[in-house]
């Protein structure tokens, strides 16, 4: 299942869409949503992992978890590793929310506007 989105203005993005049963595991597709004629049409296709809309890399020697705000869900991201990235709530703010394995501080970095 995946967060709503707004089908009244014409974009792309990539939306994630987390196993019920397993949060862990999740679907990244990408979505257009345009208008043909009198018709809005809502495309949905394999997001592109080789170049996806964002990537984490977690460069550190520390497990990094990340979440988007507002949001329950999380992901952990093994150290010296990457991983393909999309919103669980796409009308939600565009912000992570990340920290690292023993440590408490928490940093917040905002994608709005990106």
């Known amino acids: 299942w995946s967060g ?13 869409m987390r196993n019920s ?7 990244l597709a990408r979505v257009r949503v345009k208008m043909d004629n009198a018709s809005t049409l809502i ?9 996806p809309g964002y990537r984490i ?3 550190t ?3 990094m978890k990340i979440s988007q705000v507002y949001s329950s869900n999380f992901d952990l991201i093994e150290p010296k590793s990457k991983v393909p990235y999309a919103w669980d709530k796409p009308m939600a703010p565009h912000t992570l929310e990340i ?3 023993g440590h408490n501080e928490q940093l917040e970095i905002s994608f709005e506007g990106h």
Do not use: C, H, R, T
């Open 61 to 63: 020697s520390k497990v």
């Open 99 to 101: 920290s690292f394995e």
């Open 4 to 16: 709503g989105f707004e089908i009244e203005e014409l974009s792309a993005f990539s939306l994630k």
């Open 21 to 27: 049963l397993d949060p862990n595991q999740f679907y």
């Open 43 to 51: 495309i949905v296709s394999p997001e592109n992992m080789e170049f």
């Open 57 to 59: 890399e977690n460069m």
